[in-house]
Each structure stands twice: as structure tokens, then as C-alpha cells.
């Protein structure tokens, strides 16, 4: 027998096998009511571990934040205005590199919370991050601004004078 005689039988047996494995998982499928059963068990199973992985994933990316957080407040931030907008600028540098390189979602929000930190207007500069950051990293970024009560971003944040709202109760 040639080669491509036997190569071609082999592949048809093959398929053959694939087709009737198909057929016969249909069948029990259809008629088998433990078989369905243990299918849904199964796809409830697999689920719940997707869930618990995402819910593990979820809670290490927030002690990661925290502790990245904690080390960039032990880190201070300069007090002097040169210091700060060299400070900034080297930060939003950072940050814009690893976005553009893979890095850590984390570490390349990191970066973005330190120039936001020292930012005159931090509601200026987060409608700038909503256009120009990355979502994985502005997730964590929000996160990070969430977790601190330090930035004045919205009107009942640390710093926000009554004086601008119409509701002024008496």
C-alpha cells in the first residue's frame, strides 16, 4: 500500500471515531437525565472556581494598591512648587512609558496618582487621565483616588467651599 493510502484511511478513521463520539455525547446528552445532571453540576463547578479566582485576583490587586500606596505616602511628595512641577512631569512620564510598555497596571497607576497628588486641580488632570489613560489603568488609578480622602476631586471632597452650591440650608 502507498503511503498516502494509509496516511488517508488513517484520517478518515480518525474523523470517523470524532464523529460518532459526537453523535453518542448528543444522545446521552438528549436522553440521559443524570448524564444533563452531572453536566450542569459540572458547569456550576467551573463557574464558581472562575469566581473565586476573579474574587482572589480582585483582592490582591487591592492589598497591592494599598501597599503601593502606603510606600508613596512613607515616599512624601515635594512641598516647593519647582520640586512639584518636576516631580509631576517626571511621574506623568513614567506612567505614559509603562502604559505604552505593558508594565503593571498598578505601577503605571502609581505613577498617575503621584502627579495627581501634587496637581493644583485634580479634577482637571482626571478629565485628562479619562482621555488619554488606558481603562486597566484607570480602573486602578479610581481605585487609588477611592482609597484616598486626601484629593479634592468632587464638590463635598476635603476643600470644598459651601460658597459655590445653591443649597444653603438655614
Known amino acids: 500500500m502507498k503511503t498516502s493510502t494509509i496516511l488517508s484511511i488513517s484520517v478518515g478513521s480518525v474523523i470517523a471515531g470524532v464523529l460518532a463520539y459526537a453523535v453518542y455525547f448528543d444522545h446521552r446528552r438528549r436522553n440521559d437525565p443524570e448524564f444533563r445532571k452531572s453536566l450542569r453540576r459540572e458547569a456550576r463547578r467551573q463557574e464558581k472556581a472562575i469566581k473565586e479566582q476573579a474574587d482572589a485576583h480582585d483582592a490582591r490587586q487591592k492589598d497591592a494598591i494599598k501597599a ?84 479634592a476631586i468632587g464638590p463635598f471632597g476635603p476643600g470644598a467651599s459651601s460658597s459655590g452650591s445653591s443649597a444653603n440650608v438655614e
Open 68 to 151: 503601593a500606596m502606603a510606600k508613596a505616602k512613607d515616599q512624601g511628595f515635594p512641598t516647593n512648587d519647582e520640586d512639584k512641577e518636576a516631580f509631576f512631569m517626571g511621574e506623568l512620564q513614567r506612567g505614559e512609558n509603562m502604559c505604552t510598555d505593558g508594565s503593571d497596571p498598578v505601577d503605571a497607576a502609581m505613577c498617575f496618582y503621584k502627579a495627581l497628588k501634587v496637581y493644583p486641580q485634580p479634577r482637571d488632570l482626571i478629565s485628562i487621565y479619562d482621555k488619554t489613560v488606558p481603562q486597566p489603568v484607570l480602573d486602578v488609578l479610581a481605585e487609588m483616588i477611592a482609597l484616598d480622602k486626601t484629593i
